[in-house]
């Protein structure tokens, strides 16, 4: 179940410039970077609240690192501007298989590594009305295990 917006992802051509805008705008820090080789971005994420599933919700700023990645490319088409969006949900693998079921696609066969430990996937913009949409499981958040037979719930151990 997509419990939260996780984040929306902002394509941006010089990341420290942006991240200087957001703080002295708005009064946002950043609450982390890092370099995703993978995806080949650079990214700040800074966090704008907590949400009742016990994620927060955040603004992802991605630099481009490589010429071919998609954050790159996009720019070279479209400029700085909203790149994606991302829901949060307790489990991106079954989340993923219920949406591709309806026969939207999914970008990924399994999850990979986003921010801060996460796994994502993502739904093809032309499937989502224009709108790349990101699926995200954050480190820590994974769906509890079910409970075995006979034995006490997960959440009473
Ligand atoms: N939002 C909306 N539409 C988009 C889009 C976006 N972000 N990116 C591409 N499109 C559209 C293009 O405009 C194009 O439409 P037209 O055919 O009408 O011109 C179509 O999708 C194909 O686009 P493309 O420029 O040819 O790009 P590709 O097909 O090579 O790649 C996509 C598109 C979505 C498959 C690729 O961007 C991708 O794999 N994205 C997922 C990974 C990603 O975005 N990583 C960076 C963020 C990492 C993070 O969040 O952690
Ligand atoms: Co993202």
């Known amino acids: 179940m997509l419990t939260r917006i996780d984040h929306i992802g902002i394509a941006c051509h010089d990341l420290e410039r942006t991240v200087e805008f957001y703080r002295a705008t708005y ?18 994420m800074l966090r704008i609240n907590g949400t009742d599933d016990g994620g927060a919700s955040w603004i992802q700023l991605l630099e481009p690192v490589r010429e ?13 501007g909203v790149h994606h969006i991302a829901f949060g949900t307790a489990d991106v693998d079954g989340d993923a298989q219920k949406i591709g079921d309806k026969g939207v696609r999914v970008l990924y066969d399994e999850p990979r590594t986003g921010s801060m430990g996460s796994r994502i996937t993502f739904l093809h913009p032309k499937d ?6 990101e699926l995200v499981t954050s ?17 009473d151990r």
Not at 27 to 44: K, L
Not at 68 to 80: I, P
Not at 128 to 133: D, F, I, N, R, S
């Open 27 to 44: 009064g946002f820090e950043v609450f982390h970077r890092e370099v995703n080789e993978e995806q080949g971005v650079r990214e700040a």
């Open 68 to 80: 071919d990645s998609a954050v790159a490319k996009w720019l070279a088409k479209n400029g700085e």
């Open 139 to 155: 480190a820590g958040a994974e769906k509890p295990a079910a409970p075995e037979h006979g034995s006490e719930s997960a959440t």
């Open 128 to 133: 989502c009305h224009g709108v790349l949409t």
